[in-house]
């Protein structure tokens, strides 16, 4: 057999990946001509330059929408994450929840030694419509600034969450697992009686309602505006697929464990990257890497896929011609897209799968939610209670949380078992993986369950194991809209401190905001933004008017509507990632309405199989068309499905209880 060629196009998350199990996967059958064998070669291209390692280095940190960033760009200093920051730990049981293969992932590229919590706060500090106020001080005796239908003003805002999706699901009825959600985008309907009133009615598809107008039809406007201003993410209640938007916001529900890597969420990457090196090498297969080359567009031919690229320097000049046996594009969806417009044009002969109308129906299935994140570095934590004083509104950042991990761990510690015993069946109220606000609250929950008080020693061993350190957020509707604290994360501890904070993360409309201080008030775009790849180039440096206008907007979160700037001190670095701009256009994707998503996923992977009477080995994988929009996660399992499916490899992971997407 004539040796082959494997092009990826991407060098992000599922590039990578694809990468790498190409190289480590096992074939589930002795004979599968798929595989890639001694001699045969691996393409790896990417746009962007990412900093892999002393031979492969970049102009960023790896990771592509994952990217790290340390200040003073030095490892050892602390560092932020200005895309993509954590995942959702899973426990390996057939049951548990969680991203099973990222976990697996980091497991098997032995990172788990670098694994560490990153969980969100129990009481959020919020401003909205400049009243400031914690998660948990929300009442009927302190409502939040909003006049909504039936109360609503006077309960944290993501209830708003919990009505919307009580037209089809409650805590006793509804999908669970990932089989019967996939199900539940297909079926899933309103299952009760509605209001007269209401738009939509009992048996409606959620497949074919719009979130937004849902949440419009339950809530009402000002309920509506409560929710998208509290909730933090406005990508939440958009225009979106109902059904899916339902599972979506369950996943910020209180009591997901969030993990990352302590060297930065960009490690991962360095670390695929090296494993892919090293096996090549191992198995005899060549591996070419063309950072700062772009695909510029694909046929398919009687030859193989042809396809062209161009340089990064002149995004839109042929640089060259190639032919390859199978081609993964990794990549979301504006530079699918961007990849279509140069084929439709080319002269050169050949199939066109990517601008079949099936395709580009397909394509457009998802709504692209740009995103924004700065970050800034102080020489103080001045957001939080320290010796040194506090703001008015500090960022309450520990929680109580114990989990079945704890309570093994105070068994070893002999902590009294009759009382780890009733700790772990306590009902009202419930304690294991129950966020607890204060050591006060979850003390008096724990001697409340077991009816005795505890000792000082006892105390002080649970609320030890009990106690997490977490990142917040603060949220806001003012264009911040939500800061994460990361604090002081050096690895080098023995240097001068330095604490770091997502001084705005935020999304959609609120992406212009900052777009407009990006060259300040005598600065003349010279670039057009369609050519600007900042967020390939790395975080870029922040302007002063975007700096004091942070500063004045975090100095009103922290320390009262209409603070001066001043109160925040003067930051040590500020640099921003705007994941609005090419070739990404968005940092992440949801499916709009009227689709079924199922199908889509199954479909795009490999386009061919939507137009007739081809079969070509183009195949779309990432983050866009996935399961698990907007996370690692979905860029692992869309290359890990087309991997099982189409080229005989066996499953990382047993799919029984754990589609990688959806099935049929
Ligand atoms: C602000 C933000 C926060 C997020 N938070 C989280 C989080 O906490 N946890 C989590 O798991 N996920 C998070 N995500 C999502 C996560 O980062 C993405 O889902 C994931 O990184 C997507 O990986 P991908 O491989 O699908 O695509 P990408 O990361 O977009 O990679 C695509 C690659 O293709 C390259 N490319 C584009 N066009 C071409 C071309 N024509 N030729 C060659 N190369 C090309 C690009 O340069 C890029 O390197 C976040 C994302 C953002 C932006």
Redesign the pocket.
């Known amino acids: 057999m004539s040796k082959k060629t494997y092009s990826i ?7 990578l990946y694809t990468a790498w199990r190409l190289l480590d996967g096992k074939s589930k059958r002795d004979k599968n001509e798929k595989m890639l064998v001694k001699g045969d070669v691996l393409e790896l ?4 330059k990412y900093d892999f390692s002393k031979k492969n280095p970049g102009t960023r940190e790896a ?4 990217c790290t960033w340390h200040y003073k760009d030095n490892k050892d200093n602390s560092y932020l994450e200005l ?5 959702s730990y899973w426990d390996g049981t057939p049951q548990g929840a969680g991203h099973r293969v990222v976990t697996k992932t980091i497991e098997k590229l032995d990172l788990k030694k670098d694994s560490v919590e990153f969980n969100e706060s129990a009481d959020p500090l919020m401003s909205l419509r400049t009243k400031n106020m914690y998660v948990s001080d929300v009442n009927s005796n302190q409502p939040a600034p909003y006049f909504t239908n039936n109360y609503g003003e006077d309960a944290p805002p993501d209830d708003g969450f919990t009505t919307i999706q009580s037209v089809a699901i409650t805590a006793t009825s509804g999908p669970v697992t990932r089989r019967e959600w996939c199900k539940f985008y297909e079926n899933g309907k309103i299952e009760i009686d509605m209001p007269d009133s209401s738009i939509f009615q009992r048996g409606d598809l959620l497949k074919d309602i719009g979130y937004w107008n849902l949440a419009y039809d339950r809530l009402g406007q000002e309920g509506f505006g409560y929710l998208a201003d509290g909730n933090g993410y406005s990508s939440n209640v958009v225009n979106s697929h109902s059904a899916q938007s339902f599972n979506v916001n369950d996943e910020f529900t209180p009591g997901t464990e969030y993990k990352t890597l302590v060297k930065g969420y960009s490690s991962l990457f360095v670390a695929l990257f090296d494993e892919v090196e090293k096996l090549a090498k191992q198995k005899g297969i060549t591996l070419n890497y063309f950072p700062d ?3 510029r567009s694909i046929l398919h031919t009687k030859a193989g896929i042809r396809f062209t690229t161009a340089k990064r320097a002149t995004p839109d000049k042929l640089a060259d011609s190639k032919i390859c046996d199978a081609a993964f594009l ?3 969806r504006a ?1 699918i897209e ?2 279509a417009q140069a084929t439709r044009y080319t002269d050169d002969e050949g199939q066109d799968i990517l601008n079949h109308e099936e395709v580009q129906l397909y394509l457009e299935s998802v709504i692209m939610e740009p ?1 924004y ?1 700065i970050g800034m570095f102080f020489t103080t934590p001045w957001w939080r209670t320290t010796e040194a004083g506090s703001p008015t509104y500090p960022a309450k950042l520990t929680s109580y949380f114990l989990t079945q991990e704890g309570i093994a761990k105070l068994k070893k510690e002999k902590f009294p078992s009759n009382y780890l015993k009733v700790i772990e069946s306590a009902k009202n109220p419930v304690i294991i993986a129950t966020s607890f606000n204060d050591k006060a609250s979850f003390i008096a929950a724990v001697e409340n369950a077991i009816q005795e008080r505890l000792t000082f020693k006892e105390e002080k061993q649970i609320s030890a194991i009990a106690e997490l350190d977490t990142i917040g957020p603060s949220i806001t509707d003012m264009p911040i809209r939500q800061v994460v604290y990361f604090g002081d994360n050096a690895i080098n501890q023995k240097g001068e401190k330095v604490y770091g904070i997502l001084a705005s ?1 935020d999304d959609i409309q609120y992406t212009t905001f900052w777009k407009a201080l990006e060259l300040g008030p005598h600065g003349t775009r010279e670039v057009p933004e369609s050519r600007d790849c900042q967020t ?1 180039e790395g975080p870029r440096l922040a302007t002063p008017v975007m700096v004091k206008m942070l500063r004045s907007q975090l100095a009103a979160l922290h320390f009262g509507p209409q603070t001066d700037y001043s109160a925040v001190p003067e930051p040590l670095e500020t640099r921003y990632m705007d ?1 609005s701009l090419p ?2 256009n968005a ?2 994707h949801a499916y709009k309405s009227h689709y079924n998503l199922g199908d889509v996923q199954r479909k795009i992977r490999k386009p061919s199989q939507l137009v007739p009477k081809a079969d070509c080995d183009i195949f779309i994988v ?3 068309y996935s399961n698990d929009q ?6 692992f399992c869309t290359a890990e499905s087309v991997l099982n499916d189409f080229f005989g490899i066996e499953p990382i992971i047993d799919e029984k209880y754990y589609p990688f997407i959806s099935p049929e």
């Open positions: 196009f991407g060098a992000g998350a599922a590039g291209y990417d746009w962007g990771g592509a929408r994952v895309g993509g920051m954590r995942y080359t772009r695909l990794a990549m979301p530079s961007l990849v995103s994140k993360y390939l994941w070739p990404f940092g992440y990432g983050e866009t907007a996370w690692v996660e979905g860029a």
